[in-house]
């Protein structure tokens, strides 16, 4: 006999375990895509910086190409 909290006609219902599971792998994969990617763009970032802070303390002349004759209004 059902109480009142329960109807004869509701079926059970069961946790998938399953279900639960692909839901944390695909949780745990994206969790770990997005580290990958962060520390990937870090490390991107920080080499180009690297590059043009090299390239700032080797620059020998600073206006290199640009002749004397050349002035800054005709450019």
Request: no cysteine; charged share 25%; hydrophobic share 40%.
């Amino acid at each position: 006999m059902a109480n009142d909290l329960e109807s004869s006609s509701s079926p059970e219902s069961k946790p998938e375990p399953l279900a639960q599971a692909g839901w944390f792998k695909m949780g745990a994969v994206a969790a770990g895509s997005l580290l990958a990617g962060g520390l990937l763009a870090a490390w991107w970032y920080r080499s180009t910086l690297k590059k043009l802070r090299e390239a700032d303390e080797n620059g020998q002349n600073p206006h290199f190409g640009i002749t004397e004759l050349e002035s800054a209004d005709e450019a």
